[in-house]
Nanobody
Framework: QVQLVESGGGLVQPGGSLTLSCAGS????????MGWYRQSPGKQRELVAG???????NYGDSVRGRFTISRDNTKNTVWLQMNSLQPEDTAVYYCCSGIRIENPTHWGQGTQVTVSS
């Protein structure tokens, strides 16, 4: 059974940084794309970042240049480094995996990120 467990969320001031982690188990994650989505109240879930097994990245327009996704296949772990955080980045962030980032097959439970002074 595939499981994805996020950690690292919390409260941060505008302009600050935060790193999210996602540890996977029960699957061969090196074969899959892994990534992050986020969802704010009243909004649709949106793509934040994806990273294919071949190292190709894909970022949402609103985070490109500020967020960086990385992975370690030996640890079945993916990270999301978030810099220059703004209040509009406040959301629940979900780790995911699948063949394509546009259609993940497995999801984590989500971790809350709040950007506020």
């Amino acid at each position: 059974q595939v499981q994805l467990v996020e950690s690292g969320g919390g409260l941060v001031q505008p302009g600050g940084s935060l790193t999210l982690s996602c540890a996977g188990s029960g699957g061969i994650f090196r074969l899959y794309t892994m990534g992050w989505y986020r969802q704010s109240p009243g909004k649709q879930r949106e793509l934040v970042a994806g990273l294919t097994r071949n190292g190709i990245t894909n970022y949402g327009d609103s985070v490109r240049g500020r967020f960086t996704i990385s992975r370690d296949n030996t640890k079945n772990t993916v990270w999301l480094q978030m810099n220059s955080l703004q209040p509009e980045d406040t959301a629940v962030y979900y780790c995911c995996s699948g063949i394509r980032i546009e259609n993940p097959t497995h999801w984590g439970q989500g971790t809350q990120v709040t950007v506020s002074s």
